[in-house]
């Protein structure tokens, strides 16, 4: 353009909002057109007009004899200048003399190939992670072995997942049935069940005295040993008809046999064994059961102090259909094994009897020598045939308290792995 033309040519501006006054610049991606005449352009427009965000969506099509090139003002092939900038370009109109200037729109054309969708795969190209991008290098030029491998781990994926969805639904329910508390409270105590330590009672392994070890105080308190008073008159007012009638019923047999040896002479010790009998009772009784109801120990005339105690002590707050419920977990009634032996230890000159104890309990005898080892206690098993010899009819195992504690070592056994053939 010369300087005259120039001088004789004005500007004008085009309505900018009106869609059929926009200019569309096109690029192509493969090279430049030699002969653009011979392109076969068209535009299609998104027909959705009232989306605010498909209205103005515009697709350019190039067709030639050989290819055909495609070009669109959204998705992820579009080109993000259009969303950064304005565009406008100037068209002379050679009769007027005016340069009309319009707005304009970038278009980059690629070529189609039939058969091929390589824009679906784009999107996921850039937000694939290094996992992806091997596994996709592994179905496409992997071994036998390695996709064997990759469809393995695929698989135990989705199960993985679906096992997830499934837990999660599961805890969800429990929780909202259980409580939060009593679930955490629950956790606490089987991450528990492995350390007896935590459930035996206070120990003093530097006494000087073995009943100074476990102290009686720690068992019962001053107080609480005070409200069994009357309960404790009531056992020592047992006959030996009675007490024959509770061995027969399956009564405790620790309990009869406290009762049977209780001291005649010295009314302090008998008082004393009569009262630890009704609270030993209880321990037991406790022992046997899972849920726990607020009447536990009325029948029997327990005091309401030591059933405040056994339920805060022994038992553990849970949910069920929504209202508070004492259970006795396994961890509990370890604890009760333990607090019951160390009872049986004062009531008898710091020796017990195991097999009597773990047969009331309702736990097995190997869980009962469990809990005596982990109370540093020393076992007995006297043998049958010295038994006999000695004119001993008892031949049940016994642990005692002698000082210095035991300290047992931990046996973990290990199982042997089974070779695969």
Do not use: W
């Amino acid at each position: 353009m010369t300087t005259t033309m120039a001088a004789s040519c004005s500007l004008v501006c085009c309505e900018q909002d009106k869609e059929s006054d926009k200019a569309a610049i096109v690029r192509f991606s493969n090279g430049s057109v030699k002969n653009a005449g011979k392109l076969d352009i068209t535009m299609y427009k998104n027909t959705d007009e009232s989306n605010p965000r498909k209205k103005s969506r515009r697709i350019m099509v190039a067709e030639t004899n050989r290819l055909s090139y495609v070009g669109n003002n959204f998705g992820a092939g579009s080109m993000r200048c259009n969303s950064l900038c304005k565009y406008y370009v100037g068209v002379l109109n050679r009769q007027t003399m005016q340069m009309e200037v319009h707005s304009a729109q970038i278009f980059n054309m690629q070529p189609a190939i039939p058969g091929e969708t390589t824009e679906a795969a784009k999107p996921q190209d850039t937000t694939q992670t290094y996992r992806e991008k091997v596994d996709s290098l592994i179905e496409a030029f992997g071994t036998n072995k390695q996709k064997r491998a990759l469809s393995s781990r695929r698989l135990n994926q989705v199960g993985s997942d679906t096992l997830h969805q499934a837990v999660a639904k599961a805890a969800t329910n429990v929780i909202d049935q259980k409580g939060l508390e009593a679930l955490q409270q629950e956790v606490a105590e089987t991450e528990a069940q492995g350390d007896l330590a935590l459930h035996l009672p206070p120990c003093n392994a530097n006494a000087d005295k073995p009943e100074n070890v476990y102290l009686f105080d720690d068992l019962l308190s001053p107080v609480e040993f005070g409200a069994l008073e009357q309960a404790g008159s009531k056992m020592a007012a047992l006959t030996s008809e009675e007490l024959q009638k509770m061995r027969d019923d399956g009564g405790c047999l620790c309990v009869v046999k406290l009762l049977e040896n209780m001291p005649t002479a010295v009314e302090e010790a008998r008082d004393k064994t009569a009262r630890c009998a009704f609270y030993l009772s209880m321990l037991l009784k406790l022992a046997r059961q899972k849920n726990i109801t607020r009447k536990f120990g009325q029948e029997e005339g327990c005091p309401r102090i030591i059933q405040s105690k056994l339920l805060k002590t022994f038992t553990m707050e849970t949910f069920n259909n929504g209202r508070v419920q004492n259970m006795v977990s396994a961890s509990m009634r370890a604890k009760l094994a333990a607090y019951s032996l160390a009872l049986l230890l004062h009531m008898s000159h710091m020796t017990a009897d195991l097999t009597l104890l773990h047969r009331d309990l309702g736990i097995t005898e190997a869980r009962m020598t469990e809990v005596a080892k982990s109370m540093g206690l020393t076992l007995i098993k006297p043998y049958r045939g010295k038994a006999e010899e000695a004119g001993l009819q008892d031949t049940n195992r016994q642990a005692s308290l002698v000082l210095p504690l035991v300290k047992y070592d931990q046996f973990t056994e290990r199982r042997k792995r089974r070779k695969m053939h």
